[in-house]
């Protein structure tokens, strides 16, 4: 068949095998087609309208070969730049071309970026606990599934609800309510604690085991500079969202005092709100993940960054990122000289009922897999036996009420 690249249908597909998911699904007139996720947690609703009353129009006739000019038509032609629901928007259309690009070439996508810079992609995964000791449990536990980084969460005792820890036995899935579940934080609580939690899991597994640290942008900057010091014995892989990154000046305060390695930007959507944390080397990992920042196309031009100033990447990969997120985030990640390590949280069956995808686990390692395209696909007819439901992230207060950050 004659190879046409007109695009000729695009589709929102919102469905909640698990959690909210929002998919873009472009075909072109040839029949080949391609998929991008375009999942914001606990607003998805908003992005599906984007795409649907502002995107799709302009993407029927386009050629889905013009992958870059698409993201300029999409960025600089909206007039009205970044932020997170237009830029989720355009990474679900980017990652979506990424895919119809790659299937036409006849190779996984890693290939058309350039080929691997690497065997394979080393993962961290979560470990969380009520306790230390259940803490040590979890660890344990993904040690023996191969893992060699592990993210340490635990409950901070006389703190209700402290971040990355499940409700009873479930896994920790945060956006869990009809509407925001309010949590209760105590920051010198959590200071006091941390030391001793590190230095529990240092004394039970060593120090050959990269160890990660989520602070959930709870902190000031100060704070989060004792934190650093505190804990630089530990030899920490990364400590992540120390403090909120609006202003990317607060970082210099907590690099000034403090060799901790530090990873931020899950939450960021443009190269403009890393521009000064890279340039300036105030982190040491950039976290954007290829859903939230703008596409595989807007990834790179990140991690190109980056790459001048000797930062890494270690993309966010939560399970509000759907598995095309998680299937470009791979290629990407295999592609790209400065990766550093990529966040691993498995999604749940449910989710694996409706997305296939190429992509593998082994040993501490991810691979994409090496199907034609980034290789994860949507069953449809499955996605549609579960519809939307709202759902929200929680909101965080202070012990006096004080409204704080999640
Ligand atoms: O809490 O994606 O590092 N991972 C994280 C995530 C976030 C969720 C919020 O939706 O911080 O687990
Ligand atoms: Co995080």
């Not at 990364?238 to 202003?247: G, K, Q, S, Y």
């Not at 300036?280 to 920042?293: C, F, G, W």
Request: aromatic residues 8%; negative net charge; charged residues 20%.
């Amino acid at each position: 068949m004659k190879a046409d690249s007109r695009i000729v249908e695009a589709k929102v597909i919102v469905t909640c095998p698990a959690r909210n998911f929002v998919t873009l699904k472009i075909t072109t007139a040839d029949g080949l087609h391609g998929i991008g996720d375009g999942t914001l947690n606990g607003r998805e609703l908003a992005v599906a309208a984007y795409l649907r009353e502002h995107v799709v129009p302009c993407l029927i006739g386009r050629d889905a070969d013009r992958i870059e000019d698409t993201w300029q038509y999409f960025y600089r032609g909206a007039y009205w730049r970044r932020g997170p629901v237009t830029m989720a928007a355009i990474a679900a259309v980017d990652v979506a071309l990424w895919d119809l690009k790659a299937k036409r070439a006849g190779m996984p996508l890693y290939q058309l970026l350039g080929g691997r810079c690497r065997e394979g992609v080393t993962v961290y995964a979560h470990a969380g606990g009520h306790s230390i000791d259940d803490l040590l449990e979890s660890v344990a536990k993904h040690v023996e599934l191969g893992y060699k980084a592990i993210r340490v969460q635990a409950a901070v005792p006389g703190v209700p609800d402290a971040y990355g820890v499940g409700h009873g036995t479930k896994p920790y899935e945060p956006a869990d309510g009809d509407l925001p579940r309010e949590e209760t934080w105590s920051t010198p609580k959590y200071l006091r604690f941390m030391p001793k939690l590190m230095d529990a899991v240092r004394t039970r597994f060593g120090f050959d085991l990269a160890l990660l640290h989520d602070g959930h942008h709870r902190l000031t900057p100060i704070e989060a500079a004792g934190l650093g010091k505190s804990l630089e014995e530990y030899g920490l892989f990364w400590l992540e969202d120390a403090t909120p990154a609006e202003n990317q000046g607060a970082f210099r305060l907590i690099r000034q005092h403090t060799t901790t390695p530090l990873a931020v930007g899950e939450v960021f959507n443009s190269i403009f709100d890393c521009q000064r944390l890279i340039a300036e080397q105030l982190i040491d990992y950039i976290r954007a993940s290829v859903t939230h920042a703008g596409g595989i196309t807007h990834m790179r031009r990140i991690a190109s960054f980056a790459d001048l100033y000797g930062v890494r990447t270690g993309s966010h990969g939560a399970t509000d990122l759907s598995p095309v997120s998680m299937g470009a985030a791979l290629h990407l990640d295999l592609s790209i000289p400065n990766f550093g390590i990529q966040e691993h949280m498995p999604h749940a069956a449910l989710t694996e009922e409706v997305f296939t995808h190429a992509y593998s686990y082994a040993q501490g390692m991810m691979h994409p897999g090496e199907a034609p395209g980034h290789g994860v696909e949507i069953d449809e007819t499955a996605a549609a036996r579960f519809p939307y439901k709202r759902s929200y992230l929680p909101v965080c207060r202070l012990e006096d009420g004080t409204l704080h950050n999640w």
